[in-house]
């Protein structure tokens, strides 16, 4: 047995610098544009694993094993969802259906601004719900490209917008997990998270076009940024108050999506804005080949279900692939739960960051029938023999696909190893402690520890696993409500989503801008420091200012 060492240099302020040193170097080399995502991971992993084993006392054969347990995961299933989700945009492009559909939206509205409140907003909450794990971005960052919007457009602001949904994301999954560790009821934790990001889901909208189309571009279709918003975020709040926490995003999304479009036949902007690039400077531009004339010819009423064929198929296997009823019976047929020798239960979690040694899993669950990348698959191949794609055919573009994803396979498996490792050594949870050290400013601190988790692990379930508990036991050190930090780790947690590199690497395989992801970095990574900063702010209020919403929930 190891256990886990959260200052070994007897020095917080080394310690604390020493565990940072991966994470910083990731995204220093991203940042810089001279590195490419992949090596910046492959180098960052190196600079871990040296990290584990000669600061933090790791032993060596620990450290590579956690590392390549952490390589596979970031297939299966990460980069299994991303791939399918590619595949599925390539097969409605070869079969025309995808130009039916920029048709179809273009039928709602030909305003751009317009366009990034259905799809990257309401449209990518809905996929968010449904089955999380980066299948939003995905699928938003390659619809607004097929649009013709500016890769960095398509990328950076389908990474903002999905933001808001993420902590109720794969049917509740974030919440679940913080349930499991903190042992506080997953309704209620639900309940204060739904008390929290709805604020969020009336800012971020709003965010959104400002970032894309400047105060003005913004100001002029309030009426519209309004709508969307409060149909999300009350429906939000209500369901994960009064309902449950499993269905929240998939019924906010699809009020959101309905009262947007109702509301578009009723109201539409003086000047529509066609510009598909960021105001100001958009470096993509150059990048872009130049967009065809598009068609405003209406869709009839077969060409409009054809091209929405493939997305209903995709919602409703999501759906199923979402729900804890199919899994259970899924992973009876087929599981396979491999526990890694000398790494699974041979290292204990320590307090203060557990209430006393804790044995950590290391175990690859291989459940490939339930996993979300494999329900997406199945809707592909399903669409594309609805849609006349031969056997041979669909073999030959997975094979394209597969081609063309292969670096950002990679990466994503290299930056879920640095993930991986961080967790299994105690390097984050060292990070974690200097967050809690910051007293009566825990509230705002403790926050971003959840945007911190997020930005390491690449999701708001792993980072709820991983500082649940910590902030439990922290708040109740201080003095504070422990629902209401437990369910921050959660709330700051969806504001890190979009500078995490797996999500960056997503977004720029989504849009075919490879070898960009220095520049959605630069360009994300202030909206999500200044939003998490801003969650920070309304918990410090819910816990010193106005506790009616811990109060009720303590």
Avoid at 35 to 56: E, G, S
């Amino acid at each position: 047995m190891w256990n886990q060492v959260y200052n070994p240099f007897n020095n917080t302020v080394l310690s604390t610098l020493a565990a940072a040193v991966p994470v910083v170097t990731l995204l220093v080399l991203i940042a810089s544009g001279k590195v490419k995502a992949h090596i910046a991971a492959i180098i960052a992993l190196i600079a871990a694993n040296l990290i584990a084993i000669f600061a933090f006392t790791m032993p060596a054969n620990m450290s590579i094993r956690a590392s390549v347990l952490g390589i596979v995961a970031g297939f299966f299933p990460i980069g299994w969802i991303v791939l399918n989700v590619i595949y599925l945009y390539r097969v409605t492009v070869a079969t025309g259906r995808f130009e039916l559909l920029q048709r179809a939206i273009g039928g709602v509205t030909e305003d751009r601004r317009l366009q990034l409140l259905l799809i990257a907003f309401s449209f990518g909450a809905f996929f968010e719900g449904a089955s999380g794990f980066g299948t939003p971005v995905a699928v938003t960052g390659a619809v607004l490209i097929g649009l013709g919007f500016s890769p960095l457009a398509a990328s950076g602001l389908s990474l903002i917008a999905n933001t808001a949904p993420v902590a109720y994301g794969a049917l509740g999954t974030p919440i679940q997990g913080l349930a499991s560790v903190t042992g506080i009821d997953p309704y209620i934790l639900g309940a204060m998270v739904g008390r929290q990001l709805p604020v969020f889901s009336l800012i971020v909208p709003f965010w959104v076009i400002w970032a894309f189309a400047g105060w003005k571009g913004m100001k002029d279709i309030w009426p519209a940024i309004l709508v969307t918003g409060v149909s999300f975020a009350v429906p939000q709040f209500v369901i994960s108050n009064y309902i449950n926490p499993w269905i929240v995003d998939i019924g906010a999304s699809l009020i959101s999506m309905g009262a947007l479009i109702l509301f578009l036949k009723v109201w539409q902007p003086r000047q529509l804005w066609l510009s598909a690039a960021l105001r100001g400077s958009d470096e993509s531009l150059a990048t872009m080949t130049p967009a065809k004339p598009f068609d405003r010819t209406p869709l009839s009423q077969a060409q409009l279900w054809s091209a929405l064929l493939p997305w209903i198929i995709v919602c409703i296997v999501m759906l199923i692939w979402g729900s804890g009823e199919f899994k259970s019976w899924a992973n009876k047929l087929f599981v396979w739960n491999y526990q890694v020798p000398e790494l699974h239960h041979m290292i204990n979690k320590m307090p203060p960051v557990s209430p006393k040694a804790t044995p950590e899993s290391a175990v690859f669950g291989f459940t490939y029938l339930s996993f979300t990348g494999t329900g997406m698959l199945i809707a592909a191949i399903i669409s594309g023999l609805l849609m006349g794609f031969s056997p041979l055919k669909m073999v030959a573009e997975y094979g394209r696909t597969l081609k063309v994803c292969a670096v950002s396979l990679i990466t994503i498996s290299a930056m879920l190893g640095i993930g991986t490792l961080t967790r299994l050594s105690g390097l984050d949870a060292t990070l974690g402690l200097a967050f809690a050290a910051t007293g009566v400013l825990y509230p705002f601190f403790g926050t971003l520890l959840g945007w911190l988790g997020v930005a390491l692990t690449g999701s708001d379930t792993a980072s709820n696993i991983l500082f649940g508990n910590l902030q439990k036991i922290t708040s109740q050190q201080l003095g504070l409500p422990s629902v209401l930090m437990a369910a921050a780790n959660s709330s700051g947690g969806v504001m890190g989503k979009m500078i995490d590199a797996q999500s960056i690497v997503v977004a720029s395989t989504a849009t075919n801008w490879y070898g960009h992801e220095g520049s959605i970095l630069r360009f994300v990574f202030k909206h999500s420091i200044t939003l998490a900063c801003l969650v920070g702010v309304l918990v410090m209020l819910q816990a010193y200012v106005h506790p009616f919403t811990s109060m009720v929930l303590k």
